[in-house]
Every structure is written in structure tokens, then in C-alpha cells.
């Protein structure tokens, strides 16, 4: 681990002492998990004596707490319900823990058995929303360890970063599906306080002027840079915004840009047109009347930012900074590099703190959206608190299998849920099928801007791993995400917000970065059963509208909202 950085997070992350205000960063506190994650996993265990640390628990925590990180242990004791040993019994062995182990800020612990239905006993999202709570802080401001999935799925119900130390005991699948997977408790701290320092800047930049910001590609892409660009924008006079079309209409929607050229850049898309000098041409000429101080350009991890800096060169672009594996010679002033598995949103971020920009004090990491810029939901579903399902996607892999979707709408139609399935103008036949399952039809009647007015209303979005799950994330909607291995969850997944993950996490066609399903019948979605969906709503504490049964069916003429969509919703 690089010592450095650990200088300038603890810098950053230490909390003034008295005070009760922490500074800004990705990270306020640290959960952990007890059993198989600081200690070793003893069943049931009533007997201080057995109290075994796991190796370096003690260093690593310590570390986190000279970061000015909070720490909280999280922790299923349903031996309490099996009467396997007592209250008193428990709180021994956990004060032996603090004695190995050094002090926690917060204890929550779940007394509850598997069949109490208990809101607190992982995988449920209580215990994590509770320790936030005790800490002073919000779940989207805590990463949890633990060694099983319930840790992780806990942590994603509450809108919590995951990192698994899995142990021998760990099943693959649960290993396959965590977002982010290290060897050990130790690695996992410096993980952590490697991932906070990535946004800290190494200097501060003090410079102003106009700034260019780039990023090329789909909605889903332009939305998870909004983090970046809000940091650019807190430290710039003005932010231009250079994307494609099909990331225009995103990038109407994100906060800090003052003006947006729209070009397609050949090297960018996935199905280019042959590059045309002329329109090179045109594009630098037009990049030079911007008069840019600087320019920052924001890619994902398989695409060079290198053709767009020479142009920027050519346009008198005087600093230049982008992440770039590639040698770039003259290209860039900042050439930023970042380790593989980085949350997209963190990954702008750290660009962006590269380049001199730190995300304003009082600004969040997480995604986020204009409000005035959210039209008026189409009318159609009805008051808020209905379930969103966006079937499409423009990529076929990450998309949710029509069939899959048609058998969601039938059963949560049957569960009370109002279901509304929306879809853009090319994905009306999907969209029309999959409603009449039981659905309320919105294919084709929404833009981007629309679409969100829909998601701000819903009690949760269904989606693949698609825009519209970034703009859930933006505004705050829990997600019930079918995510298709193909790129990396931890890296793509639904950022900062509540979310279920479905799926197989596992499938042959995992970190293939495929656009066409490389596997025969889509197995790692299509054999989702519709019933983890109900449960993850369930989990997610999203509620049905109507008692199931045959009088819940919601049929006839949809009802007017009652209230014009910009967001706002009580959730
Ligand atoms: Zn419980």
C-alpha cells in the first residue's frame, strides 16, 4: 500500500477533536461484522476464552480509527433466540473482543432467530441503518466487512459500500456476487483507506477559469461522471461539457455545467463511423472557441483519452489531465492512474481530485440530478409508490430477459404492487408485452427527463444494468437490480442508493464485457425466479399497494397524480 496516500486520507479524514462534524470524504464510519471477519468463527459462542482475533485485527483497526473512521460491529447472534448461551454470556464475549480488538463507537446486534421475520438480522438492511444511525451518520456514508453474503446484501439494502473477506466456509456464489472481494481483514482496511484517498486531492489547485469536461457514450455513463463534474464545477468560473448524443439527454439533467457541445467522437462509440477529417476539423475549431484553461477528460476503464488530447492540443488546450495507461507523451499534464474495480462515480471523483478539484465541502459523492430540470411525469401511474420496471437496454446483455420481465409484472401484480413498465419510443412492442402481464404501459412516452420524473415517484426501480438505474441511484430510488456478470457489479452497480442484487453473479459470461450474450438462453438473468423480485422489495421495504388477492387487481383507467412530478417524494 502506498504510504503517501495513507498520509494525505489521514490528514483528510481525521476528525477535530470535540468536534462532532466529520470533514468531508467517501467514508464516515466502518462496520464490521464479528464472527469469521474479526474473530475467528466459534458457533455460538458463549465462552470470552475462545475470543481468537483473526491475524493483524488489531493493527488494521487501528489504522481506521487514526483515519478518524467510526467503528461499528454488526452482528447476527441467533443464538440468543436458540438459547444457546445468554444476554450476559454475549456481552462478555464481546467485552473480551474490545479487549483484543480496542474500543467500537457502536454495537447493533440482532438477538433474533432465522424464522422471527426480524427487520435487523442480516441480510435485512436494520442493523446497518441502526449503526449508521448510533454513528451519526447516513448508510451511504458506511462500508461494511463481513465474510458472507447476508453481510453484503445487508449492507446494499441500506445504500452501504461492501467489501467481503471471504473465509474457506464462504460459498462461491456469495464470493461471485459481493461487489468488492479482498483476502483479509487487513487488506480490506487498506482498501478502504486507499479508496478514500483516491479523492482527496494531492495539492490544492487554487486555479479557476473554464473548464472542459469530457465524457463520451450513454446516459449511464455521462450520469455516473455527475460526481466528477460537480467537483470540477465547485473549483471552476465555468464548465463546458463536451459528450455524445446519446449521452446528451443525461447530461441535461446534471448539476455544474454551463454549457454542453454535443459531438460524436468515432473512437468512443461502439459501432463508429469512419472519421472524417472535415468533421475533425470542424470539432477542434470548435473546441478552440471555447478558450479553455483546462480540460479534464473523464473515460471508463477501456477507453483512451489520448485521440481527444492531441485535438485539445490542437485547440491550445494549455493542461490537460486524464487517466491513461497508455504512454501520452505531451498529452497531458495530469495522467491519473487508478486501480481496477473502482466504483465508476469514485473513479470521476478521483480524476477530478487529480486534476486539482475536490468535491465542495458540503457536496455529497453520491449521484445526483437538477430538480429543475425533472419535466412532468406523463400521467398514467397514478400517486407515488408504485414499482418502476425498464425492461430495455441498448446493450442486449445488460438488458432484463422479456420473458423474466413478463413474469415479474404477473407476480407482483398478484402482491398489490401497481407496476408501471416504462421503455423508450424503439422498445414499445417489448414494453406493451411485458405490461400485459398486469402492468401500466409507458412505452415510448418518456425521454430521459420524463423517465426520471416516473423513477422520482416510484417506491423502487426494477432494471438491468442500464441508465436508468443511475437515475434511481441520482434520485435516491431503491433498486432491485438484475445485473448481468459482464462487467464488474462493485464498478457498475446502482451507487449509494438501496439496492438488491439479482442473478448469477457467477455465469460463464462474467467479465466478458459481451454486448450479445456469449451463453445460450441468458442464464445468469433468465433463470431469475419472479419471486426474489417480490422479496427484495420486501427487503428493501418497499410496500405493495393493495393487499394480494383478486380484489387487488388494478385494472381500468389509471388515476391522475395527484402531485406534478419534480421530485420531492415521500419515501
Ligand atoms: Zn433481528
Known amino acids: ?68 473512521l467510526r467503528l461499528a460491529v454488526v452482528t ?32 447493533q446486534i440482532c438477538p433474533h ?100 469536461v469530457v465524457r463520451s457514450d450513454a446516459a449511464g455513463d455521462v450520469l455516473v461522471t455527475g460526481p466528477g463534474i460537480r467537483a470540477v464545477a465547485a473549483g471552476a468560473d465555468r464548465v463546458v461539457l463536451l459528450c455524445g448524443p446519446r ?63 492531441l485535438l485539445l492540443r490542437m485547440a491550445g488546450v494549455p493542461r490537460i489531465s486524464a487517466i491513461s495507461d497508455d504512454y501520452p507523451g505531451a498529452l497531458l499534464d495530469v495522467r491519473h492512474r487508478v486501480p481496477v474495480g473502482v466504483p465508476e462515480p469514485e473513479r470521476a471523483l478521483s480524476l477530478a481530485a487529480a486534476a486539482g478539484f475536490p468535491l465542495a465541502p458540503d457536496d455529497e459523492p453520491g449521484l445526483r440530478l437538477r430538480d429543475d430540470r425533472l419535466p412532468a411525469a406523463p400521467a398514467g401511474p397514478g400517486e407515488p409508490g408504485y414499482v418502476v420496471l425498464h425492461p430495455g437496454s441498448s446493450v442486449e446483455t445488460r438488458a432484463c430477459p422479456p420473458e423474466l420481465a413478463t413474469r415479474i409484472v404477473r407476480v407482483l401484480h398478484a402482491a398489490g404492487y401497481r407496476v408501471v413498465v416504462t421503455g423508450g419510443p424503439d422498445e414499445r412492442e417489448l414494453t406493451a408485452r411485458v405490461a400485459a402481464a398486469g402492468g401500466i404501459d409507458l412505452g415510448g412516452r418518456t425521454g430521459l427527463g420524463e423517465l426520471a420524473a416516473i423513477i422520482a415517484r416510484a417506491g423502487a426501480l426494477v432494471v438491468g444494468n ?19 456478470p459482464t462487467v464488474p457489479f462493485g464498478q457498475w452497480g446502482p451507487y449509494r442508493v438501496p439496492t438488491v442484487r439479482l442473478g448469477d453473479a457467477g455465469a460463464p459470461c462474467r467479465d466478458t464485457r459481451a454486448t450479445r450474450c456469449p451463453v445460450s438462453g441468458h442464464p445468469c438473468l433468465s433463470a431469475v425466479e419472479p419471486g426474489r423480485v417480490l422479496a427484495a422489495l420486501r427487503l428493501l421495504g418497499v410496500p405493495a399497494d393493495a393487499p394480494a388477492g383478486p380484489e387487488a387487481v388494478v385494472a381500468g383507467p389509471p388515476r391522475e397524480p395527484a402531485v406534478t412530478a419534480t421530485g420531492g417524494v415521500a419515501r
Open 1 to 68: 500500500m502506498r504510504r503517501d496516500r495513507e498520509r494525505d486520507q489521514c490528514r483528510s479524514a481525521r476528525v477535530d477533536p470535540g468536534s462532532d462534524r466529520f470533514p468531508p470524504g467517501l467514508f464516515d464510519a466502518v462496520l464490521l461484522d464479528r464472527d469469521g471477519t474479526l474473530v475467528e468463527d466459534v458457533p455460538y459462542n458463549g465462552d470470552p476464552e475462545k475470543v481468537r482475533p483473526v491475524p493483524g485485527a488489531r493493527e488494521a483497526l487501528d489504522r481506521l480509527r487514526t483515519a478518524g
Open 247 to 309: 449521452g446528451r439527454a443525461a447530461a441535461d439533467l446534471l448539476p455544474g455545467i454551463d454549457e454542453i457541445i454535443e459531438w460524436p467522437l468515432p473512437w468512443i462509440d461502439g459501432d463508429p463511423a469512419p472519421v472524417d477529417p472535415d468533421d475533425m476539423h470542424h470539432l477542434t475549431t470548435r473546441l478552440t472557441r471555447i478558450g479553455a484553461d483546462e480540460a479534464v477528460i473523464f473515460t471508463s476503464f477501456h477507453q483512451s483519452p489520448l485521440p481527444l488530447a
Open 76 to 107: 447476527n447472534q441467533s443464538g440468543l433466540a436458540r438459547g444457546l448461551f445468554t444476554h450476559d454470556e454475549l456481552r462478555r464475549v464481546n467485552a473480551r473482543v474490545e479487549e483484543l480488538l480496542g474500543p467500537f463507537d457502536a454495537w
Open 466 to 484: 442500464t441508465g436508468p438505474a443511475h437515475l434511481a441511484a441520482a434520485l435516491g430510488v431503491p433498486v432491485v437490480s438484475l445485473f448481468a
Open 113 to 212: 432467530g432465522e424464522r422471527d421475520g426480524c427487520g435487523c438480522r442480516k441480510p435485512a438492511p436494520g442493523l446497518v441503518r441502526a449503526a449508521a444511525r448510533a454513528l451519526g451518520t447516513s448508510p451511504t456514508r458506511c462500508v461494511m466487512v463481513g465474510d458472507i453474503g447476508a453481510d453484503m446484501e445487508a449492507a446494499a439494502a441500506a445504500g452501504a459500500a461492501g467489501i467481503m473477506v471471504p473465509t474457506p466456509a464462504t460459498r462461491p456464489a456469495e464470493v461471485a456476487a459481493a461487489p468488492t472481494v479482498v483476502e483479509d481483514l487487513p487488506a480490506a482496511v487498506a482498501r478502504i483507506l486507499d479508496q478514500i484517498g483516491l479523492v482527496c486531492p494531492p495539492a490544492s489547485h487554487g486555479r479557476r477559469g473554464t473548464v472542459l
